[in-house]
């Protein structure tokens, strides 16, 4: 169920969350039904006792094996409008959503069947949920670069509605610099660039994805705390932070929730913005996040009210969206 969301603050942009992470686990059975897929998984008390997470491989392992159930434009195109109804709930009127195309190529599932669906989807995002929205393709770091370069190659010749390109999956010991050829191609032919960087990894890798990927936003970026000069330099050039507080105790980035230095973040004047990430699987969607971080930190209303303006501001939405929702 969404919460309460007062009618006169700013509205929210959603600008970090993985759609295959939005994959609920009924949903999760109801597509393996439709596509004959055999789960490893008695039902559904037996699928959630699996969501149990040490670090970010041991969550990724669960997020890819569960992706076997999507096959078909139908399938994406069902997984997003469930998204955009949850989040449309919960006060979200703009998201812009990464998805992992070598997730399902490597599987065997057409890369025209999954931007069919999400395409569709976002398409219609406005008509059906009051919500504009936009695709941002994933890479996954820890495949080879020859692959992600023949993904963009691809996804380039399709034509697809996608506004920007991402850098996701385990991350250290794949740093950002390995990927700024392809990068570099795809901020040539106009896409927008953020990349996940300093949520296990070190804060030299947001340096990297800053200085080598050329992102305009970054992804996580909560281990930047660690480095004073590097704070200094993400406040003064207002670089914003898409901040997903469930998912860094869920993936033990954080201990507790009550520990997550959110509030600290933004009396530092970065640019942070709070996300759901993989929200099926990390215990909520944005306006959980929200609401959690009120009970556990203290969160205010003032301080909400900063994070829905960066979150704004950050996005990737035209002007005249921006000062619609402003
Ligand atoms: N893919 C989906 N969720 C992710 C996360 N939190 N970090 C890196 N890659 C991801
Ligand atoms: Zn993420």
Known sequence: MANDVAATTTPLAELHMHVEGSLEPELIFELAQRNRVTLPYRDLDDLRS???????QSFLDLYFANMSVL???ADFADLTRAYF??????GVRHAEIF?????HTARGVPLGEVLD?????????EAEFSLSSGLIVGILRDRPVPEADAMLTDLLASGAPVIGIGLDSAEVGNPPSLFADVFARARAAGLHAVAHAGEEG????????????????IDHGIRCLEDEDLVDRLVRDRVPLTVC???NVRLRVVDRLADHPIRAMLARGLAVTVNSDDPAYFGGYVDDNLAQLRDAVGLTDAERETLARNSIEASFASAARKAELL
């Open 71 to 73: 096959r078909t434009a």
């Open 245 to 247: 507080p469930l998912s």
């Open 50 to 56: 699996r969501y149990e997470f040490t670090d970010l």
């Open 99 to 103: 998805f992992n195309p070598q997730a």
């Open 85 to 90: 109804a949850r989040a449309a709930a919960g």
């Open 117 to 125: 669906g999400l395409g569709d989807a976002v398409a219609a995002s």
């Open 202 to 217: 070190p804060p030299d890798y947001i340096r990297q994805a800053l200085d080598l990927l050329g992102v305009e936003r």
